[in-house]
Nanobody, 126 residues
């Protein structure tokens, strides 16, 4: 089994920044792709960003391009989401996700991931 622990959510004013972290652990953890998703109030969970294990491939949702940056530290099995220029519409519960045994690829679909974090609330006030 693999466990994901997220941190870094909170309340911020529009235009501000937050950095989310997600640490993975587990006996069966191997090379893995990671992603961030979010569920805005009253909406479905949606893709935000993803990064391959190799680090060579990255993908962002159009709504966050140029404002959010996904990065990872493979030595720590941790992925980060730096969120700048936050907008009220970024308010959501943010989830990290992991697809085990994946080296070069990135994944944008919810169903493609094997494990999920518990979610962390991000609230952006206007």
């Amino acid at each position: 089994q693999v466990q994901l622990v997220e941190s870094g959510g909170g309340l911020v004013q529009a235009g501000g920044s937050l950095r989310l972290s997600c640490a993975a652990s587990g006996r069966t953890l191997s090379n893995h792709a990671m992603g961030w998703f979010r569920r805005p109030p009253g909406q479905e969970r949606e893709f935000v960003a993803a990064k391959s294990w190799s680090g060579g491939f990255t993908s962002y949702a159009d709504s966050v391009k140029g404002r959010f940056t996904i990065s990872r530290d493979n030595a720590k099995n941790t992925v980060y989401l730096q969120m700048n220029s936050l907008k009220p519409e970024d308010t959501a519960v943010y989830y990290c996700a992991l697809k085990n045994r994946a080296f070069y690829s990135i994944y944008r679909g919810l169903e493609e991931y094997d494990y999920w974090g518990q979610g962390t609330q991000v609230t952006v006030s206007s």
